[in-house]
């Protein structure tokens, strides 16, 4: 009883994602010949740390420190600053 070779599996080819959009904007400016940050520094982190501007808030990636725009609350780290 000879046995052949197994069959290979036919598989459809995926589409492709199109990339994503990586600009951010500027992250900073020269003015005066300064340079000026357009990203405001986390207060616990201290500097150095850039805190993420989304619509509605500012919020630190290192500590998670959340504050909101609005408003101008508080939510402070669930957990320690590394």
């Known amino acids: 009883m000879a046995r052949g070779a197994k069959r290979k599996v036919k598989t459809k080819a995926k589409q492709q994602k199109p990339p994503r959009n990586r600009n951010k904007g500027p992250l900073w400016v020269i003015e005066g010949g300064k340079i000026v ?12 740390n850039f805190m ?12 998670g420190y959340t504050m909101f725009k609005k408003t101008g609350k508080v939510i402070p780290a669930k957990h320690k600053a590394r």
């Open 52 to 63: 993420a501007d989304h619509y509605d808030r500012q919020h630190c990636g290192r500590c």
């Open 37 to 48: 940050r357009s990203r405001e520094t986390c207060p616990k982190c201290g500097p150095g």
